[in-house]
């Protein structure tokens, strides 16, 4: 039976476990959107801290993809010296490199940017947080698919072992997925076209054993909007007109942010979603949403609820959450750094 520390091989990934650093904006960048020192130490804690998967937050593919001023950036080839010192530290501690590359769409946070969406509809018309996007039209479509293809191969040479395309949140490519934001009535109506361009974009950039993931919100909870088993449709439909190995290897599963809603949340919300469309897809998911202990974490691979668990905020406060699970859990694993074993064993 698997458990939280059973290896896990997605193409030419193996990962030492099943527990995944969720992408997590670090605001921690400035206008350029190079990686900081910041980064550096954030990143390669939680690498010596055994997680298996280190992805890096939401890392705009075009300057006004950005959902703050203060986001990492792949905009441009000179963003990939210092995201390839970011892999190379989290390889050193035996962790593998995932980066979510994202277009934060009608949700860009930075003023001077222009605001680009599906269609023009308020985020929020009454107390507008962000300004009212404009419709893309062809052009601005093919300028976004041509970014995420420059941008995977970007990741490529910064040496990411995996791709994450973030989908979820309401950002651009969800916002072209979801109904409650995409009222065109061209052959995008659908939502699914566009995803399906930057797969085939980023699949001819990259080789064919690197696993590329998409990041979903599985539920807008709103009426009218997306529930898990419209979102694997969508899915499975895209995945039908995927060459063989050239589509989705895996799904992070969220929810909620493509428009205000009151989200009933407590530990381990998002798991049905993950199990929904892991049965629907036939496709790996990853789960989590308010995982806190080892015992919940362990819980949702022994029951083949999903492949592989995310953790985001207690990874924040506790980037040695791993290696107190393996106390927990009782497993026994190699230490990154090997001195850090002193702990365990107390001599
Ligand atoms: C500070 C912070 C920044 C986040 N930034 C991102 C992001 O860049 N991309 C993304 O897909 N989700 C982002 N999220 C959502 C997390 O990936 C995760 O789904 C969420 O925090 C729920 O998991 P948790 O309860 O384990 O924290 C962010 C969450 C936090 C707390």
Redesign the pocket.
């Given at each position: 039976m698997n458990h939280l520390f059973t290896p896990f091989t997605l193409k030419s990934m193996t990962l030492r476990n099943r527990i995944v650093m969720?992408?997590?904006?670090?605001y921690s960048s400035d206008q350029t959107g190079f990686v900081k020192p910041f980064h550096m130490t954030h990143y390669e804690t939680r690498a010596m801290g055994g997680t298996a998967l280190v992805i890096l937050?939401?890392t705009a593919v075009e300057a006004r993809g950005r959902?703050s001023a203060e986001d990492l950036g792949i905009w441009s080839d000179t963003h990939v010296e210092g995201l390839k010192q970011l892999t190379e530290v989290i390889h050193r501690h035996g962790a593998k490199a995932g980066i979510?590359l994202?277009h934060a769409g009608r949700k860009c946070g930075v003023p001077s940017e222009d605001m680009i969406a599906p269609s023009p509809v308020w985020f929020e018309e009454a107390e507008p947080s962000y300004r009212l996007p404009r419709e893309m039209n062809i052009d601005d479509i093919q300028t976004v698919v041509e970014a995420f293809k420059q941008a995977a191969r970007r990741a490529l040479e910064a040496g990411f072992d995996f791709i994450e395309l973030?989908g979820?949140?309401g950002y651009l490519i969800n916002a072209y997925l979801s109904p409650l934001t995409n009222f065109r009535n061209d052959q995008y109506a659908d939502g699914t076209l566009l995803l399906e361009e930057i797969l085939n974009a980023v699949h001819s950039v990259l080789p064919s054993h690197l696993p590329v993931g998409l990041?979903i919100s599985a539920e807008d909870y709103a009426e009218g909007g997306n529930l898990p088993e419209h979102l694997a449709e969508k899915i499975n439909r895209v995945m039908k007109k995927m060459p063989e190995g050239q589509g989705i290897d895996l799904i992070?599963v969220?929810s909620g942010g493509v428009v205000p809603s009151r989200i009933n949340v407590f530990d381990g919300y998002?798991t049905r979603h993950a199990e929904i469309i892991g049965q629907l897809t036939h496709i790996p998911v990853m789960s989590?949403?308010?995982?806190?202990t080892a015992e919940m974490a362990d819980e949702i691979i022994r029951n083949n609820r999903a492949e592989l668990v995310?953790?985001?905020?207690?990874?924040?406060i506790d980037p040695y959450f791993p290696l107190h699970a393996a106390v927990t859990l009782k497993q026994e694993i190699d230490y990154a750094p090997v001195a850090y074993e002193r702990w365990k064993t107390g001599r």
């Open positions: 969720a992408p997590m904006c670090m937050e939401a959902i979510q994202a973030h979820a949140h990041r992070n969220s998002q989590g949403g308010r995982i806190k995310f953790l985001g905020r207690q990874l924040l």
